[in-house]
């Protein structure tokens, strides 16, 4: 028979139990997802795209900084220009240097309509050296199918200016190089009805097999069915389950949030340029004994002067000499086993190696089969 104190202290006792548990259980959950990613981030969904589109233009309204008279399709422009509005032109009369070709970039999500802003970037085509205070003139924007989908126009805001002299010349940041914030209109819309489509795509930016998979088996779990299947290591085909057929966007942003874990493979990415080396937190090394060290040589060449004596009759010649020089750095041989990142970078460091260094002893390491990663070189 129980007393009541001691059922309280059991209750007590169970309760902490519990808390503890859900505490640990929390830790575990906030250590797993610490390097979680969204599926939005990873991947990205069919249909769901920007358009590139591009034209052709002229910028009028340069302080003398446009294009010169040798650009021939500049001069050709402003005339064909003017010729629509009616005035007729003699092209040996043009004197294009407030204007300057361009040409005219612009992305339009797949949800654009018509009327819809678009951010434009204008580009100097010819020897303009600046667009600064320029003006764009209505330029039609195309698809890749030829199609027109948008005008653009407006005043061009450049991030930067020059500043030239006789003798000296500033420049801050690039000036040939401008935007026209929200200067395109969309006239038509891409032919798309993403509530009608009866199953949708993932294409993974990174394509992994344990990736892939460990998404398929995330969205299954969410939707409480096999709705997701993995066509290949970096799509899924997912179908629309009954409750969201016609109103796929609430399923989107459900799905899109998702977190999980990306794996990938150990690789390792080298920049010769810049001196740069990238290491995967995956990448293992057997046991290996590394030595790396420079051999300097120096050679000088002196011109001496030879000088005769005094009423000796001889003339005066040049004689040359050599001193040679040569220094070895002196490097033990280091042993390294790195079982972790840290450890082989630690490794590394121990050598006094610089990232020039390294990049050789990296290659050397993988033509001896002791580094265990992907070595890729950009």
Known sequence: ???????????????????????????????????????????????????????????????????????????????????????????????????ASVMVTARMPVSAKPGSRLDV??????????????????????????????????????????????????????????????????????????????????SMHAPDFSTTNQVVERINTALGGNFAVAQDVGSIRMAIPSDFKGNIVPLMASLENIEIIPDS???????????TIILGRDVRITRVAVAHGNLQVMVQENLDVSQPGMFSGGGTVVTPSTDLASREEERRLNIMEGATLQELVDGLNAVGATPRDLISILRAMKAAGALHAQLEVI
């Open 121 to 202: 970037t204008v580009s100097s085509l010819g020897d303009s050296t600046s667009l600064l205070g320029g003006v764009l003139i209505q330029t039609p924007l195309k698809g890749v199918d030829g199609k027109i989908y948008a005008l653009a126009q407006g005043a061009l805001a450049v991030g930067g200016f020059t500043l030239t002299g006789n003798q000296a010349q500033a420049q801050k940041n690039i000036t040939t190089v401008a935007q026209v914030p929200g200067g395109g209109i969309v006239e038509r819309s891409v032919p798309f009805e993403f509530n009608s489509m009866d199953h949708l795509t993932l």
């Open 265 to 275: 493979a150990a690789k390792v990415v080298v920049d010769e340029k810049t001196g």
């Open 1 to 99: 028979m129980k007393t009541a104190g001691g059922t309280r202290t059991a209750n007590k006792g169970a309760a902490w139990i519990a808390g503890l548990l859900i505490l640990t259980l929390g830790l575990i959950g906030f250590a797993r997802d610490a390097f979680a990613v969204r599926i939005k981030d990873i991947a990205s969904f069919s249909g769901v795209r920007d358009n590139q589109l591009v034209g052709y233009g002229l910028v009028v309204g340069l302080s003398g900084t446009g294009d010169k008279k040798d650009a021939a399709f500049t001069m050709r422009s402003m005339v064909n220009m003017l010729e629509k509005m009616g005035v007729q032109v003699d092209l040996k009369q043009m004197k294009p240097k407030n204007v």
